[in-house]
């Protein structure tokens, strides 16, 4: 009964060790798909659209002296800059 036991314990620290052991690898994998990417591109400085409040890139705005805009049919609205 005692040997039975035994091997009861030995199975369900086995079970115990191979599933932690599972569970840091892939806790490692995770945290290695979480490093930043290289490739990544930089966008910039980010500006505000004058007539929808967009935040986008400055190099894709279209700037009518001081303001931005998202497109051109914004600046259509308030071509002069004020609202």
Same mark, same amino acid.
Do not use: D
């Given at each position: 009964?005692?040997?039975?036991?035994?091997?009861?314990?030995?199975?369900?620290?086995?079970?115990?060790?191979?599933?932690?052991?599972?569970?840091?690898?892939?806790?490692?994998?995770?945290?290695?798909?979480?490093? +930043?990417? #290289?490739?990544?591109? !930089?966008? @910039?400085?980010?500006?505000? &659209?004058?007539?929808?409040?967009?935040?986008? +890139?400055? #190099?894709?705005?279209? !700037?009518? @002296?001081?303001?931005?805009? &998202?497109?051109?049919?914004?600046?259509?609205?308030?071509?002069?800059?004020?609202?």
């Amino acid at each position: 009964m005692n040997f039975l036991r035994f091997i009861l314990i030995a199975f369900l620290g086995w079970i115990l060790w191979r599933f932690t052991q599972r569970w840091y690898q892939n806790f490692l994998i995770s945290k290695q798909e979480k490093k +930043p990417n #290289s490739t990544t591109k !930089k966008l @910039g400085p980010m500006v505000r &659209c004058n007539h929808c409040g967009l935040f986008f +890139p400055e #190099s894709e705005a279209i !700037k009518n @002296g001081e303001v931005y805009y &998202c497109c051109e049919e914004h600046q259509s609205c308030f071509g002069n800059g004020t609202k």
